[in-house]
T-cell receptor, first 118, second 111 residues
Framework: GAGVSQSPSNKVTEKGKDVELRCDPI?????LYWYRQSLGQGLEFLIY????????KSGLPSDRFSAERTGGSVSTLTIQRTQQEDSAVYLC????????????????FGPGTRLTVL | GENVEQHPSTLSVQEGDSAVIKCTYS??????FPWYKQELGKGPQLIID?????GEKKDQRIAVTLNKTAKHFSLHITETQPEDSAVYFC??????????FGKGTRLHILP
C-alpha cells in the first residue's frame, strides 16, 4: 500500500519568507508526527497529532513554527519568516494508534522535505 | 524523562564481517524498541523491533537483543554487505509516551 508522502521534496526559499510543508500519512493512521533533522544529526521531535488535535507541541522551536491537521489526514507544517537556521530536512511519520495506543505502535516515515533558507 | 544513548557514533567494518550497535535507555517502563535505517536522502525505515516481553529477535542477517535488567539493547548485522552502509537509529518508547531516538550510528561497509 501507499506509504507516507511529503511535498515538496525540496524547497529553497529566501530568509524572511513563509513556507508550507505537506504530509500525507498512511491511510487510516490516526497519529502523525513531525521531526526535524539537521545535516548529519539525529531526529528532533517537533509536534504530534492524535486525529486533528495536537496534544504535544513541546518540540516546536519558536512561535514561527505551527502545524495543523485536517480531516484526520493531511498535515501542514508552516514556518513563518524563515531563518537560515531553519534549514534542515523535515520528516513526517504516522502510526496507527499513536501515543495513546498501548502497547506502543510503529511509526512509518516519509521521505522528508529538504528546506534550504538562503 | 526517557533518555537513549547510542554507541558508537561511527562504525567501519569490512564487508562480510559483523557489525554491532549498542543503545542504553533510562526508563525501566519502556517496552518497545525499534531500529531504523536511514539511507542518504531518504527517510528512516524500520528494519526490526523488539518488545519487552522477549529477549531476542532475528530476521535473516539482522538480530536485536534486549537486556531489561541492564536497560540496554543491541543491533547485530552479520555478513555485512555494501548496501548495509547507512545511518542506524535506535529508539525506546513506553506506553502512553512519545518515542525517544538515539543520536544515530553511521555504518560504513569497507570493500
Amino acid at each position: 500500500g501507499a506509504g507516507v508522502s511529503q511535498s515538496p521534496s525540496n524547497k529553497v526559499t529566501e530568509k524572511g519568507k513563509d513556507v508550507e510543508l505537506r504530509c500525507d500519512p498512511i491511510s487510516g493512521h490516526t497519529a502523525l508526527y513531525w521531526y526535524r533533522q539537521s545535516l548529519g544529526q539525529g531526529l528532533e521531535f517537533l509536534i504530534y497529532f492524535q486525529g486533528n488535535s495536537a496534544p504535544d507541541k513541546s518540540g516546536l522551536p519558536s512561535d514561527r513554527f505551527s502545524a495543523e491537521r485536517t480531516g484526520g489526514s493531511v498535515s501542514t507544517l508552516t514556518i513563518q519568516r524563515t531563518q537560515q537556521e531553519d534549514s534542515a530536512v523535515y520528516l513526517c511519520a504516522s502510526s496507527l494508534f499513536g501515543v495513546a495506543g498501548a502497547p506502543p505502535d510503529t511509526q512509518y516515515f516519509g521521505p522528508g522535505t529538504r528546506l534550504t533558507v538562503l | 524523562g526517557e533518555n537513549v544513548e547510542q554507541h558508537p557514533s561511527t562504525l567501519s567494518v569490512q564487508e562480510g564481517d559483523s557489525a554491532v550497535i549498542k543503545c542504553t535507555y533510562s526508563d525501566s517502563a519502556s517496552n518497545y524498541f525499534p531500529w531504523y535505517k536511514q539511507e542518504l536522502g531518504k527517510g528512516p525505515q524500520l528494519i526490526i523491533d523488539i518488545r519487552s516481553n522477549v529477549g531476542e529477535k532475528k530476521d535473516q542477517r539482522i538480530a536485536v537483543t534486549l537486556n531489561k535488567t541492564a536497560k540496554h539493547f543491541s543491533l547485530h548485522i552479520t555478513e555485512t554487505q555494501p548496501e548495509d552502509s547507512a545511518v542506524y537509529f535506535c529508539a525506546a518508547q513506553k506506553s502512553g509516551d512519545k518515542i525517544i531516538f538515539g543520536k544515530g550510528t553511521r555504518l560504513h561497509i569497507l570493500p
